[in-house]
């Protein structure tokens, strides 16, 4: 099992930046797909990034040069560096780990935290 918490959330201009972090429980933390959603107001929850087990990461095309996602095995904590930060990406963003096959859905992840709200303004 998987207990995790987010933080770094906070608000900021537009073209500023934000680190978040995602503490994650549990001695398996190294052997978990690791990823960062995000939900607006209205919206369905969307992938952001991935950092699966053996380091691979991917991003979604609104977010590619933008953000950058890291883990350290270590501490037990994943990391999403946002950059050059747009209104468009004000949301609550989801800390989530699993094991699932197609990682840019929400349905390859078993745990998820409570969110962190990140609000950009123009």
């Known amino acids: 099992q998987a207990h995790l918490v987010e933080s770094g959330g906070g608000s900021v201009q537009a073209g500023g930046s934000l680190r978040l972090s995602c503490a994650a429980s549990g001695r398996t933390f190294s052997l978990y797909t690791m990823a960062w959603f995000r939900q607006a107001p209205g919206k369905e929850r969307e992938f952001v990034a991935v950092n699966t087990w053996n380091g691979d990461t991917d991003y979604a095309d609104s977010v590619k040069g933008r953000f950058t996602i890291s883990r350290d095995n270590a501490k037990n904590t994943v990391y999403l560096q946002m950059n050059s930060l747009k209104s468009e990406d004000t949301a609550v963003y989801l800390c989530?780990?699993?094991?699932?096959?197609?990682?840019?859905?929400?349905?390859?992840?078993?745990?998820w935290g409570q969110g962190t709200q990140v609000t950009v303004s123009s």
């Open positions: 989530a780990a699993g094991d699932g096959v197609v990682l840019t859905t929400v349905q390859a992840y078993d745990y």
